[in-house]
């Protein structure tokens, strides 16, 4: 993989904190630059043609100075300078790139990486990450220059490490440090799996690992992007991979170790398609005069242009922001009925506290309103971590069809000085499908049997499998359940459908879907059981029409295997794909497979067969 198709798996770093004051209400609300990217990539055969991103920014009372991360046209990493007088118009230093790899047998001899400076008013202090493929290490260096261009390595690089055996295997990078008083604060990344670690300094050199390390546990896969030290709290941007893209969020904390997420992330949404920004935003810098914060963020689109973007925010009196809307369709598709309380989330941001403040829930299907309803907050404090759940009455709509619903939730606030955020919005399509396996088990709950296959499917490229190995064990008897219930309950007629195959020992082992009403204490067999051969995919299909109607709102569904101990002939196994369930009556199998269509499930002879007076007997 290449170091630019890499930069699109970049992630980022950390969670947490408590309370606020009323200066980082400023960080919630931001406003992108019309003109964006401020800085883009250099032309044909410039040291940062191919990308740019991962700023640091200073500003000396004269001049924004910034440096940044390029990479050519063979992905070798450097850092380069720009100065700009009001932020927004960048000239690049002739003579770039300010710092590069080393060179041959140094500990940052592949590439230099992620630059952080600080300016104490006399020399320029950077600290960044070198990288040495030989012996696959990266660790943090540290260098300083009197102009920010003539730069001077500290001779007993590198200054932070991995420590042996431990979380941090080989990794340390993306530093990000900041000063308060004679202490200097680092905040690093590593690991594998991106892990955060914490480390204090009095010279910027020395430097001295918390040893609660990390502070953000593994697994959490995030990367610092700025820390500013404000009104006693700490401050973090960072930014997280999402399905889809990557967005700034903010942190808070009162220590630099315990962190809490805001509620009203993320702060800065990557752009909309057709945007330079429009595959993500990868890091940031930020810079504040206690009045007005700047953001100089990296952004690319689907294509990998690249280039640096500026924003600004600045605090509002008055502003409430709906964070998040979420209901019981957003885990999984209903069948073709909505049965749910719609909730939304909702933060004062602004500096006051408000009162009687309307909350509407509008959703609409076709152009056709078939929902509203208001609310009211009566006392809503101010605040950049909590948010308030707003609830709903309860909507039931019912359709024999697939349907597109578009729910809305706005904020009605009349001195609301910051319109932008009063709204959110979500488009819902509503399906038969459950599942068809393509995204892997994470609605399933299996034992350990169970395994996607990507060796046979009805319908794209996976399927669901009863065992990883190439013949399926002996005394087996394993289940694999989905993870929500269904409701029925306001259902006379449903079944449930999905494609199979099987490969099953006949009449010694058995293969079952079973439901139950009763949280999964008993269950209940749906049809016959399969067993034998069917080597082609085919549809079954399987009445629910038992679990319709009043209590049947907490349906389970399950697929369960048992094999028997007496070792027979090898078998592959069951075979499973794209289920779904249907407000209809259940078809049953043709009457002859080959043919392989459905008939209906009920026959009836219409004009009184047999009847003299009419010659003709229809079939419905």
Known sequence: MSAKTAVIMFIVFIISTVMFTNNAISQIVWDKYEDNPVLTEGAPGAWDENFIHRSSVVFDGTAFRMWYVGLDHNDYYSIGYAYSTDGINWTKYAGNPVLSASGVDSWDKDAVDFACVLHDGTIFHMWYTGYNNSIAETSVGYATSTNGIDWQKYAGNPVLSPSPQSWEESIVRWPKVIKIESTYHLWYTGGTKNATGYATSQDGITWNKHEGNPVISLGHDLMPCQIIFQDKFFKMWYVRLTYSGTDIELAISTDGINWTMSAANPVLEHGKQGTWDEFRISDCAIITDDTTFKMWYSGND??????????????????????????????????????????????????????????NCLIDSAGREIYFDTQTIESFEKSIVESKEIMFEPFSYKTSEPFCYNIKYYSSLISDQYVKNDTIASTIYVSNRIDDFELGLYLWTPDSCWVITHSSASSGLASLRNTSKSFYDNNLNSCIEFNLPFDLSQLEVAHVSFWTKHYIETEKDFGYIEVSTDGGQNWIQLGDAFTGVQASWKEDFRSLNDFCGTGCDDVKLRFHFVSDSVAGHPALGWFIDDVEIYPTSAPITAVNPEINENVPELYTLSDNYPNPFNNHTAIN
């Not at 209903?334 to 500096?351: D, E």
Request: hydrophobic letters at 35%; proline letters at 5%.
């Open 302 to 359: 689907s294509y990998l242009n690249s280039g640096i973007g500026y924003a600004t925010s600045t605090p509002k009196t008055h502003d409430v922001k709906v964070t998040s809307i979420y209901d019981s369709l957003t885990a999984v598709p209903i069948c073709c009925y909505m049965n749910f309380v719609p909730k939304a989330k909702l933060m004062n941001i602004g500096l006051s506290d408000e009162n009687n403040v309307t909350v």
